[in-house]
């Protein structure tokens, strides 16, 4: 049996697959990697060979409530008698730059679905299986734009509204469950998809994630209702 267990969404390409290469080094892991498209997810799927312990690629499309619902009957099923340690709502998309008066409307609605009302969705439909767990641990990856105390200027306005909407979304969390550790954790300027990170970004994918699994698997109760970063320093809302 695994030590832990984790689901990751959007493990398919950027922080989430690098998220999946870290913990598959572990035989005391079980992995279950979720993405939309397995069959289109060559690079997770080409890890399949690499890993020490369980790793499980499952079907799920964040954007849709059907599949996030489908998906956990599939999660129960591999998880057996086990709980789920670690959720990590990680999948999440970014319209662009533009400032707050010149973004699309329906840009604003997709972002608000995938980043907010998705992991608001799945943190619901897994509850029993991370309550079951010994570790109970929710991850909502968010950004330091979601920071107004950080005070990042007027660009990428959807993508940041989202993102300090997450962070509110986590506070409550963690204060309607207090059996859980709820954080909300900002991964830093990582090289990513195009209006995400970008080539220009500071850290590679693997530094970020080695501080993000460092910061996840440290934390105590008493660290629910925070808002990290990937180094483990407190961001301000
Ligand atoms: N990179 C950075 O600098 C940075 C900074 C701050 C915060 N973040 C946050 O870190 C997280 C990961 O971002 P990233 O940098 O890895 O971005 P990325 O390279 O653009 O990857 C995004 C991931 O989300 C998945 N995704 C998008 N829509 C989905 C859907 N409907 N269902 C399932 N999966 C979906 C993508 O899957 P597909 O391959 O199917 O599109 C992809 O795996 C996001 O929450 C992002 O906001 C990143």
Redesign the pocket.
């Known amino acids: 049996m695994a030590t832990s267990t984790w689901l990751i969404?959007?493990?398919?390409?950027?922080?989430?697959l690098e998220i999946v290469r870290q913990l598959i080094r572990s035989p005391a892991n079980l992995v279950i990697a979720t993405?939309?498209?397995p069959a289109a997810a060559t690079a997770l799927q080409a890890l399949r060979g690499d890993s020490k312990g369980p790793l499980h690629v499952v079907p799920?499309?964040?954007?849709d409530p059907d599949s996030i619902r489908s998906s956990v009957k599939t999660v129960e099923d591999i998880l057996g008698d086990q709980g789920l340690d670690y959720l990590y709502n990680?999948?999440?998309?970014?319209p662009g730059i533009e400032p707050a008066f010149d973004f699309e409307y329906s840009d604003l609605l997709e972002t608000l679905k995938?980043n907010i009302a998705a992991p608001a969705l799945i943190s619901q439909v897994y509850l029993p299986l991370v309550e079951k767990s010994n570790r109970k641990v929710i991850i909502n990856?968010s950004?330091g734009l979601g920071s107004i105390g950080l005070d990042r200027g007027s660009v990428y306005s959807a993508y940041s509204v989202t993102k300090a909407g997450l962070n509110m979304l986590t506070y409550k969390q963690a204060k309607a469950k207090p059996d859980l550790i709820v954080i909300t954790l900002?991964?830093?300027?990582?090289k990513?998809?195009e209006y995400?990170?970008g080539p220009n970004?500071v850290l590679e994918p693997y530094q970020s994630v080695e501080g993000q699994l460092k910061v996840v698997t440290g934390l105590t109760p008493q660290d629910s209702g925070k808002f990290f970063d990937y180094t483990g320093e407190i961001l301000p809302w």
């Open positions: 969404t959007g493990s398919s390409r950027g922080l989430g993405c939309r498209n799920l499309d964040v954007s990680n999948a999440g998309i970014s995938i990856v950004s900002a991964p830093g300027w990582t990513t998809g995400m990170g970004a």
